[in-house]
T-cell receptor, first 117, second 112 residues
Framework: GAVVSQHPSRVICKSGTSVKIECRSL??????MFWYRQFPKQSLMLMAT?????????EQGVEKDKFLINHASLTLSTLTVTSAHPEDSSFYIC?????????????FGQGTRLTVV | EDQVTQSPEALRLQEGESSSLNCSYT??????LFWYRQDPGKGPEFLFT???AGEEKEKERLKATLTKKESFLHITAPKPEDSATYLC?????????????FGKGTLLTVNP
């Protein structure tokens, strides 16, 4: 399978600060990347779809100004949690879409555990 | 609205005891049924993609099958290292709006 690298794997930040999470597709180009949030013992909830060179598409209920997404190249998307608060503490996971003109598959990063204190 | 329902929520097996996990789905314009394995504190690991009813794929002790309404993940003679949460997801067509909808997963525990 393809490799998607997410960094950092864990981060602790103070309330009110911002945190940036990186997602890289290492061995393929990804025009589309996805950002998910996962609560304990829950499934993945899609937050936004990140398209290279254009604005991200956010799911209903996700604050665009709080979760800033940038997809500046075909191998890198970033999620910035701005003015983080304890309720933003969660497990954030990125995914990159690999498309071969017929089939599409999605590969995931290792996830980032964000703790806001 | 796309829906994915996985059952059972949790499954305990003895080593070597074969079983199946179920994933029922409703989606308009299915573009792939995906199975992932997720270990605690990790991102999902890709296992299989199935695209059409009747398709089957195998990998070691795992075999995935697909019908028009559901998919099964069969586990043959499982080992303790197969313990994990298994996630099912469906992809929906829509060009640039392609997205996956996930089920809640099945937590599999294999006891030695």
């Amino acid at each position: 399978g393809a490799v998607v690298s997410q960094h950092p794997s864990r981060v602790i930040c103070k309330s009110g600060t911002s945190v940036k999470i990186e997602c890289r597709s290492l061995d393929f180009q990804a025009t589309t990347m996805f950002w998910y949030r996962q609560f304990p013992k829950q499934s993945l909830m899609l937050m936004a779809t990140s398209n290279e060179g254009s604005k991200a598409t956010y799911e209903q209920g996700v604050e665009k100004d709080k979760f800033l997404i940038n997809h500046a190249s075909l191998t890198l998307s970033t999620l910035t949690v701005t003015s983080a608060h304890p309720e933003d503490s969660s497990f954030y996971i990125c995914s990159a879409r690999k498309w071969d003109n017929r089939h599409t598959e999605a590969f995931f990063g290792q996830g980032t555990r964000l703790t806001v204190v | 609205e796309d829906q994915v329902t996985q059952s059972p929520e949790a499954l305990r097996l003895q080593e070597g005891e074969s079983s199946s996990l179920n994933c029922s789905y409703t989606v308009s314009g299915l573009r792939g049924l995906f199975w992932y394995r997720q270990d605690p504190g990790k991102g999902p690991e890709f296992l299989f993609t199935l695209y059409s009813a009747g398709e089957e794929k195998e990998k070691e002790r795992l075999k995935a099958t697909l019908t028009k309404k559901e998919s099964f993940l069969h586990i043959t003679a499982p080992k303790p290292e197969d313990s994990a949460t298994y996630l099912c997801a469906v992809g929906r067509s829509g060009g640039s709006n392609y997205k996956l909808t996930f089920g809640k997963g099945t937590l599999l525990t294999v006891n030695p």
